[in-house]
C-alpha cells in the first residue's frame, strides 16, 4: 500500500497504531521508563527526534524487507530511544567509568545499568525471531536510535569535574557528532529511495528474512517444528475429482500446486484444513516469511 497506493502517511500513521490492548500497554509502559529518563536528562525535543526518527526509519526497513506484511506499534521508536542510551553511555563512558568521577560503588551501578540494558537488547532481539514480532523495526529503531543520539545527545562536560580535554579530543568529538547527524539523515534518504524504487510486493534480500523469524526448534523436522517463518498458515485449495482427486494448493507465490489424495481413504474435511500448512511447506515451490 505504501508503495502501490502512494499511502505513505502509513510510515507514521503506524507508529500510533498497536495489535491489541496487551501490545498497547507493554509499550506505553516502556515509553514511559526510557522516554521520562531521557527526556529529564536531554530535554523534550531531544527526546521527540529519538523517537520519532528512528520510529519513522525502523518503519521504513520493515517496509522494505517484509513488504506483505503489516507493522504497528511505537517499538521502533521506543528502540530508538534505547539506542540513544547506547549513545550516550558510549559518549560519556571515560566519565561513567573514571575512578575519579564515580566514587563510593557508582561505578558499580554504571556496570549493572548497561548490563541490564545489553540484556533486554538481547531478549527482545531474540522474541524478534518468532513469528509476528518484527525484529527490522526493532533493531533498525535502534540503529538509527544510536546514531541520532550521537548528534542528539548532550555529552557531559569533562571540564566540570576538572578533566583537561586535547584539542585533539575536542575536534574527534565534534566530528563523530556530526558523522552520526550525516550517516542517520543519508541511512534514511537511501531506505527511503529502495522503498519506493521497488514493487512493493518483493523483498530485495530475501536471505535477510531470519533477523525477524526463525523456525524453532532448528533440531526438529519440519512437521515437528513449534513455529514456522512462512505464509503456509494461511493457504488454501480446492478439491478436485478429475482426472483423479487431488488438492488445487493456492501457493503463497501465487502458484497452483496439486497435491495426489488417496482414493480409498474417506475424507475429512476439517482433518484436511489443518493438513493445509503440511502439504503447502512439502509442494509449493516457494514460502515466504510470515
Not at 526497513?61 to 506484511?69: H, K, R
Not at 547506547?86 to 563510593?104: A, G, H, P, Q, R
Not at 483423479?244 to 489424495?261: A, K, M, R, Y
Amino acid at each position: 500500500l505504501i508503495v502501490n497506493e502512494d499511502e505513505a502517511w502509513r510510515l507514521v500513521s503506524s507508529i500510533g497504531l498497536h495489535a491489541g490492548v496487551v501490545h498497547y500497554f507493554i509499550n506505553m509502559l516502556a515509553l514511559y521508563f526510557v522516554g521520562t529518563a531521557i527526556e529529564r536528562t536531554h530535554g523534550f525535543i531531544a527526546a521527540t527526534i529519538l523517537f520519532i526518527i528512528p520510529a519513522i526509519g525502523g518503519t521504513i526497513l520493515s517496509a522494505i524487507f517484509l513488504p506483505e506484511f503489516i507493522t504497528v506499534g511505537a517499538s521502533g521508536g521506543i528502540f530508538g530511544l534505547i539506542g540513544a542510551c547506547l549513545s550516550d553511555i558510549v559518549m560519556n563512558w571515560k566519565l561513567l567509568f573514571s575512578d575519579f568521577v564515580s566514587e563510593n560503588g557508582k561505578k558499580h551501578n554504571h556496570v549493572m545499568v548497561v548490563v541490564f540494558l545489553l540484556l533486554d537488547i538481547a531478549l527482545n532481539s531474540i522474541i524478534g525471531l518468532t513469528p509476528y514480532v518484527d525484529n527490522f523495526t526493532h533493531l533498525g529503531g535502534m540503529l538509527i536510535g544510536f546514531l541520532c543520539g550521537i548528534s542528539t545527545m548532550e555529552r557531559l562536560s569533562t571540564d566540570f569535574f576538572g578533566i583537561n580535554q586535547s584539542c585533539l579530543s575536542q575536534t574527534k568529538q565534534i566530528v563523530v557528532r556530526f558523522f552520526g547527524l550525516i550517516i542517520s539523515v543519508i541511512g534514511i534518504m537511501v531506505a527511503t529511495i529502495i522503498l519506493l524504487e521497488g514493487d512493493g510486493e518483493t523483498t530485495p534480500c530475501p536471505e535477510c528474512t531470519w533477523l525477524s523469524c526463525v523456525p524453532f526448534p532448528p533440531w526438529e523436522n519440519q512437521a515437528s517444528k513449534w513455529w514456522y517463518c512462512d505464509d503456509c498458515a494461511r493457504v488454501s485449495a480446492d478439491i478436485v475429482a478429475t482426472p483423479t482427486l487431488h488438492l488445487e494448493l493456492d501457493c503463497p507465490d501465487g502458484t497452483n500446486v496439486p497435491v495426489e489424495l488417496d482414493p480409498d481413504i474417506d475424507l475429512d474435511r476439517d482433518e484436511l484444513e489443518r493438513d493445509l500448512p503440511k502439504y503447502c511447506r512439502a509442494a509449493c515451490p516457494t514460502t515466504k516469511k510470515g
